[in-house]
């Protein structure tokens, strides 16, 4: 399981995460500073193949963070950079 696409980024309210599956799971996403503190977190469900989901943005300060997605069942921990405008 990888994240395959964050847009819009840069990014002023909401972006679009592009999520690829292997099988259908439970996942969290978690937000980062670049100082690795925890912003939010979110848990989600994918299905096999393309997944799309949202996440509000608009509170975190203008920055850089990382969004990271967890899954236990595979193990992963994938990463993807968001500019915050």
Known sequence: IKLT????????EEVTIS???PS????????TDIYGKQIMQQNITVEVGSNNTKLNVGRLSSG??????RSTKTNTNSVLKLVKQ
Request: proline residues 8%; charged residues 10%; glycine residues 4%.
């Open 5 to 12: 696409g964050l847009y819009p980024n840069p990014a002023t």
């Open 19 to 21: 999520i690829d599956a």
């Open 24 to 31: 259908a799971e439970r996942i969290t996403l978690v937000v």
């Open 64 to 69: 850089i963070y990382l969004i990271q997605l």
